[in-house]
C-alpha cells in the first residue's frame, strides 16, 4: 500500500495520519484540536443538532426559537470541524504523495515558514472573518431558517412549539389574498420610489458637484461646506421636521412657500401621489450630499490634459461634459451608484418616520407609501407573522441581490485587475 | 483526485451520523436542573424582581418595604416603560433576567396568554371581588384570571377654560359641533379629536350601535361577528365625517403625526377641547393651559358616548422561578389599601370599585371625569384576534376623514380586510 493511502486512512482519527508522516509537532496539534473541539462543543453540538432537528419536543421544557439558535450555532461549529479535519486528511495525503515520491515532507521549520509566509493573509484576515460568522452569517441563517418554519402567535414559545413546515409560508404569501394583492401593489411602488429617488439624488449630487468645480467659481470652501449640511444633521431628525414642514394645513411649506407664490394648499400628508412626490424629493435632499462629495473627489483626479486637449480640439462644455467628465465619474462612482439604489429599496427609516407609511389607501394593507420592508415591519408587529416577514425578506433579499450583481457585472469597477 | 474525494465524502458523513447519534434531549433536563440552582445563586440579593411602570415605582414603595418586612423577603423595583415590559419580557423571561412581577395593558392579555408568557393566579372571589367588573374582565382570559388591575384609563374631554366657561359647555357632540363652526377660522378651532383612529372613532361609532367584536352571553368574544359595519357604525361614520367634511377638524390632524398636532393646538391655546386621555393631565398642566376635564358629551341620539377603558394591571410572569411568592405580592399591591395610597402618589385611576366614592378619588376633577366616563365605557377587546382589528380599522376611517371613501364602503372593506387578516392569521392554528 502506497503512504499516501496509508496516511489517509490512519488520519480518520485527526493526527494519526500525521505521525505516520513522522510530523510529530503537527499531528499532535491536530490530535489535541480534535479533542478539545469534542470535549468543549459536546453540549452545543449535542443540544444544537438535536434542537435543529426536532425543534423540541416538550413544552414548557423546550423552547424552539433557542433551540433554532443553538442548532444554527452547532451547525457553523461543525462545519469548521469538517474544514480542519478535511485540512488534515488533505495534509496527511499530500505528505503522504510526497513521500511516495521519495520526497521528505517539510521539516517543522518549513511548515512554520509557509504558515507564516503563504497563510498570512488567512491569519491577519481570521479574527474578523470569526468574527463575521457571527456577527453577520448567523443573523442571516436564522432569519431564513424562520422563514421554513411556522412561528407566529400561534406558534411561539414557551407555550407552543415551533414546527419546520417548509414552503408552505412562501406558497402563502401567494395564494392568501390579502398578502398576493398587497404584495404587487406595494413592489410597484417599491420599485418606483427605488429608481426616482435614487437617480434624483445621485443626478443632484453630480449636477452640484460639477457646478461647484468650476475655476471661476470662488469660495469654494463655504459652498461646499453648505452643501454637504443636509448630511451633517442626523436623518431621523430632518425627516421629522420634514414631516412638520409637510403637514397639511400647518405645515410651512402649504402655509408660508406655497401660499406666497398663491398656490393652493397641497394636501401632501393625505394624498397619496403627493407623499410620494413629497418623500422623493426629502430622499434627494438627504441623499445628494454623500455623492456630491464622492464626485468632488472624482472630479480633483480626472488630468487637466485632457480638458486642455479638449479644448484645443474646439469642444464645447457640455461636449467636454459628456465625453470626459461624466464617463469619469461613472467608471470611478458605479459602486456607489448601485449602493444608492440598493439602501433605497430598503429605506425603512424615511418612510417609517415621514408618514407611517401612509396615508391609508382603501382596499389594500399597506399605506400608499408603504415600501416592502416597512410593509413587512408592519406585518410583523402588528400580527406577529415572524415567519411571514422571514420569507418576505428572503423573497426581498433575492430581488435586491439579483440586481445588484447584474449591476456589477455591466459595470467595469469590479473587475479583477 | 477524484477518489479522495469520493473518500472524503464518506468520511465526512460518517463524523456527521456520529455526531447525530449522541443527541438527545435526555441529557437536556439534567442540565436545565443544573442551570436552575446556579441561576438562583445568581440572584440571592433579592427574591422578586418587580417592573414598575415609569416614575411610579414611588407609588409602591412603602407597599413594597411593608410586603419585605412582613415575609422576610428581599424585593427589588426596577422602572420600565410600561409599554416596553410585555416586549422585553419575550427575552428576558427565558433569559432569566425577567421580573417576577410586571404591568401590562390589558387589552394584550389575551396574546400574552396564548403565548404563555403569564402564570395563571390562584386567586378567589375575596380577592376578584373588590375590583370593578370591566377592570377585572380584562384580566380573564377563558374563566381564568391572569393578573389583577392597577389603574383604569379612559379618553375624557380637556376643554380650555379660557375659550369656553364652565357653564356654556356644550353637552352634546351636535353643541360642539355647532360651537366648533363659530369658533373654528383656520387658526383656531372648537373640538378636536383623532377621530381617524379606531381608538377615539369607537366613541362615537358604538354609541350608534357598532361594535368591535360581538359577545357571547358569557361576555367572551366572538372573533367571527365583526359589528364595525353596521348600521350604527355607517351612521357614526357619517357623523364623524361631518365634522371633516367641514372642515371642523383640519386635514393636518389626520394621520400618523396628527397626536402631535392635536396636543401642540390644544397647548397653544389654539383648540377650545380635545378628546385624549389621563396622560395629557400634566403635559397640558405644564403648557399653562388652564384646562377643565369632564365625561365624554352625548350623541345626537341621546346616547353617551363610549370610550375605551385601559386597564394596567400587575401580573406574574410565567418564568418566574418564585411564582407563589410573585402572586402574593400581586394580590397585597393590588389592594384597596395600597390602591389608595399608589393613587395618592401616582394621580393613576384604581380600579377598587369602592375607591370611586372615595374622597379623594371624587375630589379630582381629573379622576371624576374617568369615573364618570368609566360607567358608559367598554373594555378593549383582549382577545389576539384585536391585533388585526387597529391598521385596517384605522385606514378606513383615515380614508372617510379625508374623504376618499363613503363610510358604507370603506367599513366595508375593513371588515372584509379584518376578516381576512384573522383568518391569514389562524390558518395555520
Known sequence: MQHRTRALILSIIPGFGQFYNKQWVKGLVYLVLTASFFIVFKDLLNMGLWGIVTLGTEVPRDNSIFLLAEGILAVIVTVMGLFIYYLNLKDAYKNGRLRDEGKLPNTLRDQYRNLVEQGYPYVVAGPSLFILIFAVVFPILFSIALAFTNYDLYHSPPAKLIDWVGLDTFANIFTVDIWRSTFFDVL?????????????????????????????????????????????????????????????????????????????????????NWSRLALIMMQGWLGFPFVFLVTTGVLQSIPEELYEAATIDGASIFAKFKNITFPMILIAMAPIIITQFTFNFNNFNIIYLFNGGGPAMPGTTAGGTDILVSWIYKLTMQSSQYSLAAALTILLSIFVIAIALWQFRKTNSFKEE | ???????????????????????????????????????????????????????????????????????????????????????????????????????????????????????????????????????????????????????????????????????????????????????????????????????YANSVLSGYGGYIFGQDENGNYIPTDLGLNNEGAIEGANQIQKFYAEKLFPSGIIGEQGIQVLDSLFSEGKAAAVISGPWNLGPYEEAGIDYGVVKLPELANGENMSAFVGVKSYNVSAYSKNAELAEKLVVFLANEENSKTRYELTKEVPAVAALADDPAVTESEAAQAVAEQSQFSELMPNIPEMNSVWDPADAALQTIATGKAEPKEALDQAVETIKGSIEAANSSK
Open chain 1, 188 to 272: 410597484a411602488w417599491t420599485v418606483v420610489w427605488t429608481l426616482c429617488a435614487s437617480t434624483l439624488q445621485v443626478s443632484l449630487g453630480i449636477f452640484l458637484a460639477v457646478v461647484v468645480n468650476q475655476k471661476d467659481l470662488r469660495f469654494k470652501k463655504f459652498i461646499r461646506t453648505v452643501l454637504v449640511l443636509p448630511w451633517a444633521v442626523p436623518g431621523f431628525v430632518t425627516i421629522l421636521v420634514f414631516a412638520g414642514l409637510f403637514n397639511d394645513s400647518f405645515g410651512a411649506i402649504n402655509n408660508d412657500i406655497l401660499a406666497f407664490f398663491g398656490i393652493d394648499p397641497v394636501p401632501w400628508l393625505t394624498d397619496a
Open chain 2, 1 to 199: 483526485m477524484k477518489n479522495i474525494k469520493k473518500i472524503l465524502g464518506i468520511f465526512s458523513l460518517l463524523a456527521l451520523v456520529f455526531a447525530l447519534v449522541a443527541c438527545g434531549p435526555q441529557e437536556d433536563s439534567g442540565q436545565a436542573t443544573g442551570d436552575e440552582g446556579k441561576k438562583e445563586d445568581n440572584n440571592k440579593e433579592y427574591d422578586l424582581l418587580v417592573w414598575e411602570d415609569v416614575e411610579k415605582s414611588e407609588g409602591i414603595a412603602d407597599a413594597v418595604a411593608k410586603f419585605e418586612e412582613e415575609n422576610d423577603v428581599k424585593v427589588k423595583v426596577v422602572e420600565k416603560a410600561y409599554a416596553q415590559q410585555i416586549e422585553d419580557l419575550r427575552l428576558d423571561g427565558p433569559g432569566g433576567t425577567g421580573p417576577d412581577v410586571f404591568t401590562m395593558p390589558g387589552d394584550q392579555i389575551g396574546t400574552a396568554v396564548v403565548e404563555g408568557l403569564l402564570k395563571e393566579l390562584n386567586v378567589g372571589e375575596d380577592v376578584t371581588s373588590i375590583y370593578t367588573e370591566a377592570a377585572m374582565n380584562s384580566q380573564t382570559v377563558d374563566g381564568k384570571v391572569y393578573g389583577l388591575p392597577k389603574a383604569v384609563e379612559t379618553t375624557m374631554l380637556f376643554y380650555n377654560k379660557d375659550i369656553v366657561s364652565e357653564d356654556e359647555l356644550p353637552t352634546t357632540l351636535d353643541g360642539w359641533y355647532d360651537l366648533s363652526k363659530e369658533l373654528t377660522d383656520g387658526e383656531n378651532f372648537g373640538l378636536l379629536a383623532l377621530f381617524d383612529q379606531i381608538y
